[in-house]
């Protein structure tokens, strides 16, 4: 819908706004996993937190969603967007968490699976967190 596409677009960075404007008919499926990613965090944790197991899981959720609905080079050209922002203090624990969800991604499954390996990967200790 275009207000929402509208309202993504506006949030997003400008390393985002070069890859969705070379790429536009991947921001449906971008702004999809967000929304699931930020939903099912909520559903998991009660909060979508930063630095903690909720931000970890949230990383690793959305870069599987992507990897999985529009490919690991897409998924992982627009994460590395997504993380280029100057200053960007959680640059590393970030990356490290994307980097574990696209592997999950490629092994493919429905949201349900893929959530469950995310927080599989929370609870045994395989994602970064810098505030437990």
């Known amino acids: 819908d275009y207000h929402t596409a509208k309202s993504f677009w506006k949030k997003s960075s400008s390393y985002e706004k070069t890859f969705l404007s070379m790429h536009p008919w991947l921001i449906d499926d ?3 996993g967000a929304s699931q990613a930020t939903k099912e965090t909520i559903r998991r944790f009660g909060v979508n937190g930063r630095n ?7 990383h690793c959720y959305f870069s599987a969603l992507l990897t999985r609905d529009i490919g690991y080079s897409n ?3 627009f994460m590395e967007a997504h993380e280029l922002i100057a200053g960007n203090p959680d640059f590393q624990m970030d990356m490290h968490n994307n980097s574990k969800g696209f592997r999950i991604g490629l092994t493919g499954g ?3 699976t893929l959530s469950n390996t995310c927080f599989a990967a929370v ?6 967190v810098t505030n437990p």
């Not at 903690?52 to 949230?58: E, G, K, L, V, Y």
């Not at 609870?123 to 970064?128: E, F, I, Q, V």
């Open 52 to 58: 903690d197991p909720s931000d970890a899981f949230r």
């Open 30 to 32: 971008i702004e999809r």
């Open 75 to 77: 998924a992982r050209f």
């Open 123 to 128: 609870k045994s200790g395989a994602l970064m």
């Open 110 to 112: 429905d949201d349900q």
